[in-house]
């Protein structure tokens, strides 16, 4: 990330709105801003690939699935946070990860400028290339500060997207659903 002009553009956005950039107040927030900005981008330059890259065998196994796996990140529309849990269920076919993988590798992909339904379907097709499971179905459930601080502002409102990729009968995403509930 380009630090000064990031830093430069938030000082220009605080005098577009009539602000005085210099007062006491806001003298440091150019700055903070562009840290926070680089947090939320720093996704970008991580692999998930690498993360889910070691793996373990395991014979047949059933449905594994990790759930509330929480996570922030940064809607590209109105560059403003949406946040809220993560659930991957797969069935392995031989191979599984850490648990703790499977929540870094939410992290990848939401520490970027995202869309929920993206989001979603990136870390479904992650775990599905790189564990190469029978089937997977990811589940996102989240609240974006763009509804409920501007706009409609619907307070609490929830937005839910799930992706199911590979062999997944209607019957095991009814069980899925079901338990995350
Ligand atoms: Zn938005």
């Given amino acids: 990330m380009d630090r000064q002009k990031a830093m430069k553009a938030v000082a220009d956005l605080l005098e577009a709105i009539g602000e005085d950039k210099d007062r006491e107040g806001l003298k440091d927030t150019p700055r903070r801003v562009a840290d926070a900005f680089a947090e939320f981008t720093s996704g ?13 065998n395991v014979d047949g196994g059933d449905i594994v699935i990790e759930k509330d796996i929480a996570f922030s990140s940064t809607c590209e529309h109105h560059l403003m946070p949406f946040f809220g849990r993560v659930a991957i269920a797969y069935i392995p076919d031989k ?7 499977l929540a870094r590798c939410v992290e990848v992909f ?23 499971p029978k089937g997977v179905l990811v589940w996102c459930e989240a ?22 990729l590979g062999d997944f009968s209607a019957q095991k995403t009814a069980e899925v659903i079901s338990l995350l509930k």
């Fill in 143 to 164: 609240e974006h500060t763009c509804m409920t601080c501007r706009g409609v502002k619907k307070f609490g409102s929830k937005t839910i997207t799930y992706k199911i």
């Fill in 95 to 101: 191979k599984v990860v850490g648990l703790s993988k």
């Fill in 110 to 132: 939401a520490k970027r400028l995202q869309l929920q339904e993206r989001l979603t379907e990136q870390i479904a097709q992650a775990v599905m290339t790189c564990l190469k």
């Fill in 44 to 56: 970008n330059s991580m692999s998930a690939e690498e993360i889910l890259s070691t793996t373990f």
